[in-house]
């Protein structure tokens, strides 16, 4: 049998010098963690960073996880919990003794020690609480929302009086380093915490040493208050290339920052549940859910989805006259709701993406529906065209009124859909639902019942 | 009638001191640019961001927004231009004198310029490019691939050799401030460029002038190569919460840097084509692309779908006979494809978001499918059980065998639809091909085609 710490140090090897996380380099160390070779073990993660560190630790089962865990230099498993999924990460954590529980989240950064706190099963947080140095810190940013900047904003930060000379506050910086490991900028700070000015890291380094740090301070600065929510700040600091940025409370005193890879999180989480929003499915499922809470999460949309096609249902019901006297209508229906739900997720996406980004306002609406409208015709009457092509090769019965009805269908349904998916996200949003919610089972199953609806009237018109 | 110079100072500031840019303002401005109000449209955008300025921008008539370009200062309206939409900024450039826009690239970083010139018509580009003060560093830039890392990065960066001190590399920082407007971190280099450490801005700070740079650099830094796709760059940035990274060529020698805000903005612009894919949109399309594009750009994708709809069809056609003598068959045709639908994106949709954060690999696939498929079970049964009681209470003819149908249909149809939403993603991520592809047209359609052919087989069996 080849030696699995031997086999993971050459082939794996990623250009940087990284080790390349995969199926063999985990498999080895279940292996080796299995066997309790512990030093092993420890060798091969010695030069990991935190996230690749967090992706072996994902990969084992929650006991052998556990015991590297508790194997690691607490500092070294710290960094790697704010990488990890939420859900595995409550699992690891939950049944660590509480000593090693409180030695890990005190190597935390406040904001990622909040996250985890708030996490664990609450009598687990309020029993190592207590227990932690920033304990005051914490137990205010544990009072904000989850999804607000207030949320998101760590507590460890170098902020310096108006009055201190640039060789004060470098000297500050070099006290604090430690404990702030990425520092941009310097808050200026007046009486009662107000936040005055910023000076950035690069600022501070080309000014002589015996300016004062109110000369060279921007006044100019951008800032959040904590209630603001986490997307909208995400978008402020996207939006205005900001690497760092002070939250303040409702009286402009300083209480905390947002840091760039906060916001990088914010940003795809937040296109994550769009995409599930889109598809139906609860915004915190992950691959790591456990079954039954999955299950407990889809099923609303699934019967939301099967009472809107049971009216779709009911609409074929009540032409069923029309359908007896000639089934073969029955072979378009999936063609009908087909064209109309793809025509109108395609409007619907390219509305909640301008909405998104901020590149449409909601008096842009009509405009919208005027120039999906437009394209809407144009591929209405491809579309419309191709299927009576289809119908006169087919050689059906009665192919001229059949291809009438289809053509008009298809043109009609077309339009309807596209400017469905044009307003939808408008009215969402002015209802104060996230847009993307348009896109999937809801703006589709609207179509199936408009599409046949008008299907089956254009029907009975001209083919029966 | 108000003066909308006045109007737009009071209520539209935002409480960071921003004027915030609404439909009030985008419309006094076009009337102030319309009376030639020069010297009140300068005093109106004086004080913003760039982005807020792109954002007026982008909401102006194309004439209109020249005219605001021509009248600011170069620097100014060169920093809105990486801001703007890629279509509406070729169009803006695309008139604007070549001297003109000479002055305006050249004062943008090198990836914006790159990114300008790679977008305006190719005769254009001709022209300006040699008369760039940049020019041979855009040459090269512009020989990467748009999407790779080389795309992305910026010929602006501070290289030091090791030998120089701390004093030194300060004084460089400072010689160089001006062209390179972030720095993170300096990079030390040796004979032909090689990359041999990176020293954070902080580090520097913190340091004593005497030392030598190579003492405190860090000589285990994380790069990567020009022909690495973007979406990967920005992963390794992501993943390892880098704020600027080297990008180094084939030989390791250093050729620029990606910086933190156009990671953002490649996780912005992957997600957002990520959602486009999943609703049939080409991935370009945005909302102020021109109609006919658009037009062009989602025709495939509903082609596609019509001839898979009518593949669904075909399916139905080919069960006409039991159509005939059970019309009430055709009923519930729309709740068999929108549930097959529903299930399998929301499958696919879990399994796409693993495979992209790289929390699932290809050797899950199986357990990935076995997982869906008792969800699927569990909620097909719901599903199931739901229609058989609403058949009960509707009081069908045959409501026993239709019950029967129904119920086995759509326990099997949610089984299949799942595993499919699981499996696929892997397949295309297997082939190369956007796994965020699966979800949506392609997925559905498959699904449309499964459904009915249960549907009808069991209908066949227990109903008629």
Redesign the interface.
Known sequence: MPDPAAAVTDENQR????LEI??AVTGDLATLLAEDARGMVLNLVA?L?P?DLA?LL?RLETEQGQKLLTWLDPARGAEALPEL?HDYRTQLLADLPATRLTVLVDALDTDDAADVLADLPEMLAVRVLPRLDDADDLNELLGYGEETAGGIMAAEYVAVPATWSVADV?EE??RV?RMVE???SVFVIGEGRVLEGVVS??K???SPAERSIAEIMER??????TNVDQEEAAQVM????L?SMPVLDGDGHLVGRIT??D??DV??SE??E???L????SGD????TS?LK??RG??P???I??A???L???V??GF?ES??QA??L??????V???G???A??S???????IT?????T?DALA?VG?EA??AA??GL??AG??CS?VAVLGVAHAGPLALTLGLTMLFV?MLASANGALIPFGLQALGIDP?SA???FV??LN?ILG?TVYFLIASLFYL
């Open positions: 250009p940087g010098g990284l995969d199926e030069d960073y996230a992706l994902s999924d470098t910086v070099r380093a990425e520092v941009y890291l690069k501070l380094l080309l100019d600065f951008i800032s959040v208050t996207e939006r205005y290339d690497v760039i890879d916001v990088v940003i795809r296109a994550e769009d995409m599930q889109m598809s139906g499915v499922e992950s691959p790591m079954l999955v299950s889809r099923l949309w699934l019967v989805g099967l809107g096609a049971g779709s249902g009911l074929i019901g069923e359908l007896e089934v073969v029955a072979t378009f229906i999936p063609i709701t087909a064209m739900g793809n025509a997720v395609q619907a996406a390219i509305t909640v993406q301008g980004s901020g590149e449409l306002w008096g919208r120039r437009v394209v144009c591929n491809v579309l191709l299927l289809a077309v993307a896109i999937g089972p589709t199953t199936d046949l």
